[in-house]
C-alpha cells in the first residue's frame, strides 16, 4: 500500500488520473472536524469525512492508518492528519491538514478557559461539565464500536484487546511496556506468510 501523494485508487480502468483535493480543500474539511468534533469522537469524525464524504481513503486504509498513528508518539488525530495530508498532496497536504485540525480547536479551547477561569465556582457549570464528561464517554464506545467492531469478532484481535486492557487498564503496566511486550507478538501471528496461509487453509463457502 503506497501512502505517497497521488496514489489513490482509480474508479474503473479508465486512463484519467484521480482527482486530488486542492491544500484549501484539505484545510477547509479539517477544519470543519476540528470545530465540530467533540468529547473524544475526533477518529469518528475523521472517518466519516476521510472515508464516507470525501472518500479520500477507503476503511483499509484509514485502519492502517490509525494502527500508525496509535503506535507513534503524539495525538492519534493529529497522526492521522498527517497520514492523510501526505497522502493527499505530500508535505503541503500535512501542514494543511494538521494546522486545519488543530487551529480551530485551539481558538475555541482559549476563548472557553477564559471563561472557565472566571465562572468556575457557578453550580450550573459545573453540573453542565460532568453532563459533557458523561457524554464523552459515549462518544468512546461509539468510535471503539464503529472503527474496531470488527476485531471484537476476530478471536485472534480481541486476544490483543483484551490483553491490552488488562495490563494498562487493571494492572496499570505503562503503555510503552505493553507495547514492547505484544507488538512482536501481533506483527509475528499476523505476518503475511501466517494470513496467506490461513486464507488457503479456510475451506470456501462456495465449495
Known amino acids: 500500500m503506497g501512502w505517497g501523494p497521488g496514489s489513490l485508487p482509480t474508479v474503473n480502468n479508465s486512463n484519467k488520473a484521480p482527482s486530488l483535493p486542492s491544500l484549501g480543500k484539505i484545510f477547509r474539511a479539517f477544519s470543519m472536524i476540528g470545530i ?17 464524504r470525501e472518500k479520500w481513503l477507503d476503511a483499509k486504509e484509514f485502519m492502517a492508518a490509525l494502527e500508525m498513528g496509535q503506535t507513534l508518539p503524539g495525538l492519534n488525530s493529529t497522526n492521522l492528519a498527517v497520514i492523510v495530508g501526505r497522502k493527499l498532496r505530500g508535505p503541503a ?6 494546522m486545519g485540525l488543530i487551529l480551530p ?13 472566571r465562572f468556575h465556582n457557578n453550580p ?7 453532563g459533557v464528561a458523561a457524554a464523552a464517554v459515549g462518544l468512546l464506545l461509539q ?4 472503527i474496531g467492531g470488527r476485531q ?5 484481535d480481541l486476544f490483543f484487546i483484551l490483553t491490552t486492557f488488562l495490563m494498562v487498564g487493571v494492572l496499570h503496566v505503562s503503555l510503552p511496556a505493553t507495547l ?17 496461509k ?3 487453509a479456510t475451506p470456501s463457502k462456495e465449495s
Open 93 to 98: 497536504g500535512s501542514v494543511c491538514a494538521v
Open 143 to 146: 468510535v471503539t464500536l464503529k
Open 36 to 52: 465540530t468534533s467533540f468529547g473524544g469522537g475526533l477518529v469518528a469524525y475523521l472517518r466519516d469525512v476521510v472515508v464516507d
Open 180 to 196: 514492547f511486550m505484544l507488538a512482536p507478538i501481533a506483527v509475528w501471528l499476523h505476518r503475511p506468510a501466517a494470513l496467506k
Open 152 to 156: 471484537f469478532l476476530n478471536f485472534r
Open 198 to 200: 490461513a486464507a488457503t
Open 105 to 117: 480547536g485551539a481558538v475555541i479551547l482559549i476563548i472557553l478557559g477564559f471563561l472557565y477561569v
Open 124 to 130: 450550573d457549570v459545573a453540573a453542565a461539565l460532568a
